[in-house]
């Protein structure tokens, strides 16, 4: 069983930066892909960007490509989300998810295709 731990969020202001973690514990992290998922008020959970166990290979929704960017530090079990310039509409909670990958450069973008989800880190970006 993995267990994820999601920490970096706050309140900025807009045109700021956060750096959101995730630390993973239970499980073998070197074989995992991992995403980030967000959700605003009243809306369903959207994709924001997937990286896979290498390191090596990375998605984004595009209308954030460029202001985000994902990595991660296998040595330390954990997943990081740099967000720069940031926007009102930014403005959700972000979950961070595990799922076991068949090989190093595989990526998912659906919520179902994951396994573990961390409990959320709230973002607010205010204008």
């Known amino acids: 069983q993995v267990q994820l731990v999601e920490s970096g969020g706050g309140l900025v202001q807009a045109g700021g930066s956060l750096r959101l973690a995730c630390a993973a514990s239970?499980?073998?992290?070197?074989?995992?892909?991992m995403a980030w998922f967000r959700q605003a008020p009243g809306k369903d959970r959207e994709f924001v960007t997937t990286?896979?166990?290498?390191?090596?290979?990375?998605n984004y929704t595009p209308s954030l490509k460029g202001r985000f960017t994902v990595s991660r530090d296998n040595a330390k079990n954990t997943v990081y989300l740099q967000m720069n310039s940031l926007k009102p509409e930014d403005t959700a909670v972000y979950y961070c998810a595990a799922k076991e990958a068949r090989t190093s450069d595989m990526v998912y973008l659906s919520p179902r295709n994951y396994d573990y989800w961390g409990q959320g880190t709230q973002v607010t970006v205010s204008s």
């Open positions: 239970g499980g073998t992290f070197s074989r995992y892909a």
């Open positions: 990286i896979s166990w290498s390191g090596g290979k990375t």
